[in-house]
Nanobody, 121 residues
Framework: QVQLVESGGGLVQAGGSLRLSCAAS????????MNWYRQAPGKQRELVAA???????NYADSVKGRFTISKDTAKRTVYLQMNSLKPEDTAVYYC???????????????WGQGTQVTVSS
């Protein structure tokens, strides 16, 4: 069974840093673009950062210059380095894959369970 498992969330003071990880497990042949989304209480889920299979990256304007997305293809892991955190970054952060090719099938629009990030002022 394919899983995307996030880790690295927690409580941090404003100005601090956190590094989120998302590890894909299961019998996986390939993964297309992987993304980090976040959802704050009472708000819609929003795209924070994306990285394509070729390594191209894209960021929401609100995090440009502060967050960095990267990946380790061999480990099937994507990271989100978050620096200069602000209280408005508080949210549940979700890992997402556009599609995952497995031995049996292709899984589209695949989500992790989320990890809480809380930034105190």
């Amino acid at each position: 069974q394919v899983q995307l498992v996030e880790s690295g969330g927690g409580l941090v003071q404003a100005g601090g840093s956190l590094r989120l990880s998302c590890a894909a497990s299961g019998t996986i042949f390939s993964i297309n673009a992987m993304n980090w989304y976040r959802q704050a209480p009472g708000k819609q889920r929003e795209l924070v950062a994306a990285i394509t299979s070729g390594g191209s990256t894209n960021y929401a304007d609100s995090v440009k210059g502060r967050f960095t997305i990267s990946k380790d293809t061999a480990k099937r892991t994507v990271y989100l380095q978050m620096n200069s955190l602000k209280p408005e970054d508080t949210a549940v952060y979700y890992c997402h894959a556009d599609y995952i090719v497995t031995r049996e099938t292709t899984l589209y629009d695949y989500w992790g369970q989320g990890t809480q990030v809380t930034v105190s002022s």
